[in-house]
């Protein structure tokens, strides 16, 4: 392991929370100050706000059954011409190049 390239080891580091709740942990911080814990995280502690899954499928809902009572647009149908009517357009003939001839080879030294 190479010497001084590493930071200081406190093993006594102490972290503290918003929410004033204080740990000793080993690190490379003497003090640290965090915002939230698993002492104030509204998850950990019960006090998760849920959201309204059931207006979700509801309002789905009332957008199908709105969707289903509009009348579908119908396509028109389409007709196809007899063959003797379709004009064959030729297709314009394009002059052909010759490939550019290979260049030698030169050997690497």
Same mark, same amino acid.
């Given at each position: 392991? =190479?010497?001084?390239? #590493?930071?200081? +080891? +406190?093993?006594?580091?102490?972290?503290? !929370?918003?929410?004033?709740?204080?740990?000793?942990?080993?690190?490379?911080?003497? =003090?640290? /100050?965090?915002?939230? !814990?698993?002492?104030? #995280?509204?998850?950990?502690?019960?006090? /998760?706000?849920?959201?309204?899954?059931?207006?979700?499928?509801?309002?789905?809902?009332? =957008?199908?059954?709105?969707?289903?009572?509009?009348?579908?647009?119908?396509?028109?149908?389409?007709? =196809?011409?007899?063959?003797?009517?379709?004009?064959?357009?030729?297709?314009?003939?394009?002059?052909?190049?010759?490939?550019?001839?290979?260049?030698?080879?030169?050997?690497?030294?």
């Amino acid at each position: 392991m =190479k010497r001084d390239i #590493h930071p200081k +080891y +406190y093993p006594e580091a102490e972290i503290t !929370c918003a929410c004033g709740k204080a740990w000793k942990i080993g690190g490379t911080l003497e =003090k640290a /100050e965090i915002e939230i !814990c698993s002492a104030c #995280h509204p998850f950990y502690t019960g006090q /998760e706000k849920l959201l309204d899954t059931a207006g979700r499928v509801e309002k789905f809902k009332a =957008k199908k059954a709105k969707a289903e009572a509009t009348p579908k647009k119908t396509k028109k149908a389409r007709v =196809k011409k007899p063959a003797a009517e379709k004009a064959v357009k030729p297709r314009p003939k394009t002059a052909t190049r010759a490939k550019p001839a290979a260049k030698p080879k030169t050997p690497k030294k």
